[in-house]
């Protein structure tokens, strides 16, 4: 089944301690990208990638960290999480112009 | 700045009335999308319309991209409760590619019996 993988779903954390966000594609998409849902801001692009060792920011970068070494994956890491960086976060990949998302992650930094 | 605005924020409509739910910028994109998302997940993809004007029907789901490539328009016909969700339009401002895709708001949906 054709489907991006994120984990963990839900995540509570402290102020200060690293954490990684996984995601994974399984349909040899080039593009992905992490994006941030808040209410009232609607989806936030926080980086994106067009290619393995390839990575650009989106509009909301600052707190966070991508790399992608494998085309399948594409981790999300925030190396000093703070408490504006509680959120729901999809990561997603995409063909042309449409994007494929996963299920989300429930971030709350305490 | 918000480069798309979504109307209504929120719609309660009971089962078998009509809807449109709008999607108004001020730039011109080069594609835009239509996505639901239900609670606890991620978006979906509903349609993707690219030429200006173009008119494009998914059940009872009509989309059509304004002639100028600035706005779009979702109708419902003779809702369901299965519609209820969040309805995302999102803008990609380059050509062929998913990477500057700009969401608006959301219209969230209920529709009850």
């Known amino acids: 089944e054709a489907q991006v993988t994120q984990n963990p779903r839900y995540l509570i954390t402290v102020t200060g301690k690293k954490l990684t966000v996984t995601c994974s594609q399984n349909?040899?998409?080039?593009?992905m990208s992490w994006y941030r849902q808040d209410p009232g801001l609607g989806l936030r692009q926080i980086y994106y990638?067009?290619?393995?060792?390839?990575?650009d920011k989106g509009d909301v970068p600052e707190g966070y960290k991508v790399s992608r070494k494998e085309k399948r994956n594409f981790p999300l890491i925030l190396e000093s999480p703070s408490p504006n960086q509680t959120s729901l976060y999809f990561c997603?990949?995409?063909?042309?112009?449409?994007?494929?998302f996963g299920q989300g992650t429930r971030l709350t930094v305490v | 700045t918000q480069l798309l605005e979504q109307s209504p924020q929120f719609l309660s409509i009971q089962e078998g009335e009509n809807l449109t739910v709008y999607c108004n910028s001020s730039s011109v994109f080069s594609s835009l999308q239509w996505y639901r998302q239900e609670p606890g997940e991620g978006p979906v993809l509903l349609v993707t319309?690219?030429?200006?004007?173009e008119v494009k029907k998914l059940k009872r789901l009509t989309f059509q991209f304004g002639d100028a490539r600035k706005d779009s328009s979702l109708h419902i016909t003779a809702a369901q409760p299965g519609d209820t969700g969040l309805y995302l339009c999102?803008?990609?401002?380059?050509?062929?590619?998913?990477?500057?895709?700009?969401f608006g708001t959301g219209t969230r949906l209920q529709v009850t019996l």
């Open positions: 997603a990949s995409g063909r042309n112009t449409e994007a494929f």
């Open positions: 349909m040899n998409h080039e593009y």
């Open positions: 999102a803008g990609s401002l380059n050509t062929g590619t998913a990477s500057k895709l700009t």
């Open positions: 319309v690219v030429t200006g004007g």
């Open positions: 990638s067009m290619n393995v060792e390839v990575t």
